[in-house]
Nanobody, 126 residues
Framework: QVQLVESGGGLVQPGGSLRVSCEAS????????MGWFRQAPGKEREGVSC???????DSRDSVKGRFTVSRDNDKNMVYLQMTDLKPEDTAVYYC????????????????????WGQGTQVTVSS
């Protein structure tokens, strides 16, 4: 069964840190590019960070220097380490996967991904 399961969300104060995780199963994880997306209430889903098969990363400007995406192919896991969190980071965070013949490809566009998790809520509030 193909599955992506996010975990690690929660409530954190502004300036705090949080790591969300995504466990993949049912497919050959090492052949997939991975992305993290988020959706706040009343807003469209947006790309946060992505990582290619060979570990190349990209992030949206608003999180650069604060968020770090990483992957562990041995554990079929992808992580999003978030630091200096701001109230505007509050959203449901989703991981997504896309089979990629290229080792260097990844994308911040949600339309490029076809496997999705159910999401984990991250709330930044004092």
């Amino acid at each position: 069964q193909v599955q992506l399961v996010e975990s690690g969300g929660g409530l954190v104060q502004p300036g705090g840190s949080l790591r969300v995780s995504c466990e993949a199963s049912g497919f050959l994880f090492e052949y997939y590019a991975m992305g993290w997306f988020r959706q706040a209430p009343g807003k469209e889903r947006e790309g946060v960070s992505c990582i290619s098969r060979d570990g190349g990363t990209d992030s949206r400007d608003s999180v650069k220097g604060r968020f770090t995406v990483s992957r562990d192919n041995d554990k079929n896991m992808v992580y999003l380490q978030m630091t200096d969190l701001k109230p505007e980071d509050t959203a449901v965070y989703y991981c997504a996967a896309k089979f990629s013949p290229s080792t260097w490809w990844s994308s911040l566009r949600d339309v490029d991904y076809d496997l999705w998790g159910q999401g984990t809520q991250v709330t930044v509030s004092s």
